[in-house]
């Protein structure tokens, strides 16, 4: 047999279907590079934003009707959370939830001889050790642990991932220690929320990366995003666990809006205060820190003031890497029973909010110009070059070096989204 497979959505996504090819290959299957040679088209979905959903819906219409003799394959979060509409647009594929990327090899089987197999639902496979082949041989994901223990009013990606389920430290840091010896460059702990780690076992996140890190080796490590809420009670731990050398100086923490009422009743656990103090316990203690975050612009008890107090902490914070999306309703939310702002207000305020976001980037990245920085070179670039990241994680383009490689590199340009550098001799 011989499938294609197209990932959309998070970099945990992105694992699942490293395992799903891992698990087929083992099982005697060719994965291609090219869908015309496919017998099996998989498609693995993501379903967190309106415009994922339109731009997956129209994707699935439009391989069905180009390539109408080949068997489909649906995975991911779309399959737990609207499986109406995905058996009206494709009534003939077969499907495997997020929580069941175990019985790929099975499905795909069985979908070959024109068996339409469908696994969704809860499964407590843990996903550590399985079979898996790296998109990039330098990169690897580790996915420690999956659900979680939120309940935000707009959020659907819960429905399909389920409880909370943390993956064994042992095992984790057999897998680490694995991909280390396979050369890879850079370990990435991802979960729904990192920070969530051990809630239900009793293990902990600071601890995880200790033993991660305690691997011999010239590696990095990135933390995913963490919910504020849920690093509170290890928050010392964690900052002590990110001077480690080998952890990029990078916080993903998301504050999706700056004002305390609109926060309640996204039902996110904390307070702008609470998040403030948290961004400066870590900055204290780690000046260089690289700081990532989130906002839902427009959800539907925002009014201007609301917004404003976004803005206004959004110029405090100064974030590296702000990552913006506009509210739209999703399935069986609390918050898709109330009124959309009307779009044009929406609009208006991701501009302005967009617009911040690169006067910040420009000016953060430009004190960066004339500095020797260490980069660890893990992409090739679209348009020439070589990507690298620096310690606390900004992206750096040079010219032709060796991938999986660290070089000292002097920055000698800036731009919004990235940097330029040559190589220290």
Wanted: charged fraction near 25%; charge should be positive.
């Amino acid at each position: 047999m011989k499938f294609y497979i197209e990932t959309f959505g998070c970099t945990f996504n992105q694992a699942d279907s490293q395992i799903m090819v891992g698990l087929l290959e083992e099982k005697g299957a060719e994965c291609v590079r090219y869908i015309e040679e496919a017998d099996v088209i998989i498609l693995n979905t993501c379903y967190v934003k309106q415009p994922t959903e339109q731009k997956i819906t129209n994707h699935i219409l439009k391989v069905q009707d180009q390539y109408p003799q080949k068997k489909l394959l649906i995975a991911g979060c779309m399959v737990d959370i609207d499986p109406i509409k995905l058996e009206r647009l494709a009534p003939n594929a077969g499907w495997i939830g997020s929580r069941r990327i175990n019985s790929t090899p099975e499905v795909a089987k069985a979908i070959m001889r024109d068996d339409i197999k469908r696994e969704t639902g809860q499964d407590n496979v843990i996903k550590t050790c399985l079979p898996r082949k790296r998109f990039n041989p330098f990169i690897h994901i580790l996915q420690i642990c999956e659900g979680c223990i939120g309940k935000c009013s707009y959020c659907c990606t819960r429905f399909a991932r389920g409880n909370l389920q943390s993956y064994p430290t042992t095992f984790l840091k057999s897998e680490a220690e694995q991909a280390v010896t396979d050369s890879c460059k850079e370990i990435q702990l991802t979960a729904q929320d990192t920070a969530a780690y051990g809630k239900d076992s009793g293990e902990k996140l600071s601890n995880l990366i200790n033993h991660v890190t305690s691997i011999p080796g010239n590696f990095r490590v990135r933390v995913g995003m963490m919910h504020p809420q849920n690093a509170e009670d290890d928050l010392e731990a964690i900052i002590n666990s990110f001077k480690n050398e080998k952890v990029y100086k990078f916080l993903h923490l998301p504050l999706q809006s700056g004002n305390n009422q609109v926060l309640l009743d996204m039902n996110r656990g904390y307070s702008v205060e609470k998040y403030l103090k948290m961004v400066n316990d870590f900055k204290s203690e780690i000046p260089h820190l690289s700081l990532s975050t989130d906002i839902i612009v427009g959800y539907p008890t925002e009014d201007e003031a609301a917004f404003q107090d976004t803005l206004d902490v959004i110029s405090a914070i100064r974030p590296d890497f702000l990552h913006i999306s506009k509210y739209h309703h999703r399935p069986g939310t609390p918050s898709s029973k109330m009124d959309e702002i009307h779009h044009k207000v929406m609009k208006n305020r991701s501009q302005r909010l967009n617009d911040l976001k690169m006067q910040i980037n420009s000016s953060n990245n430009r004190e960066l110009v004339g500095t020797t920085q260490r980069i660890l070179i893990t992409h090739k670039g679209s348009k020439g070059g070589y990507i690298g990241r620096t310690d606390s994680y900004k992206t750096v383009v040079v010219d032709d070096v060796p991938m999986g490689s660290f070089f000292q590199v002097e920055i000698t340009h800036s731009k919004s989204t990235y940097l330029k550098g040559k190589i220290v001799k």
